[in-house]
Nanobody
Framework: QVQLVESGGGLVQAGESLRLSCAASGNIGRFNAMGWYRQAPGKQRELVAT???????NYIDSVKGRFAISRDSAKNTLYLQMNTLKPEDTAVYYCNAQSTSVPPHGNYWGQGTQVTVSS
């Protein structure tokens, strides 16, 4: 069974940095894409950043230039480096992985890690 476990969240002040980690139970090379979502209180979950198996990345406009998604295949771990954090970044951050070309196919989620940015 595929398991994703996030870590690295916490309480920081505006302008500080955090690095989130998502440890997978298996080889992340089998996923077509991985990404980070976030959900703030009372709001819908939104896609923050993605990285494909070929290494292409994409970000929502509000985090461009501040966040960086990356992966370490040897450690089967996905990362989200978050710099110059703002109060509006406060949310629960979720790791996501999709496999569409390598069986078993699926769409997997971690349980989330809380990021709180004070002003």
């Amino acid at each position: 069974q595929v398991q994703l476990v996030e870590s690295g969240g916490g309480l920081v002040q505006a302008g500080e940095s955090l690095r989130l980690s998502c440890a997978a139970s298996g080889n992340i090379g089998r996923f077509n894409a991985m990404g980070w979502y976030r959900q703030a209180p009372g709001k819908q979950r939104e896609l923050v950043a993605t990285i494909t198996r070929l290494g292409y990345t994409n970000y929502i406009d509000s985090v461009k230039g501040r966040f960086a998604i990356s992966r370490d295949s040897a450690k089967n771990t996905l990362y989200l480096q978050m710099n110059t954090l703002k109060p509006e970044d406060t949310a629960v951050y979720y790791c996501n992985a999709q496999s569409t070309s390598v069986p078993p196919h699926g769409n997997y989620w971690g349980q989330g890690t809380q990021v709180t940015v004070s002003s």
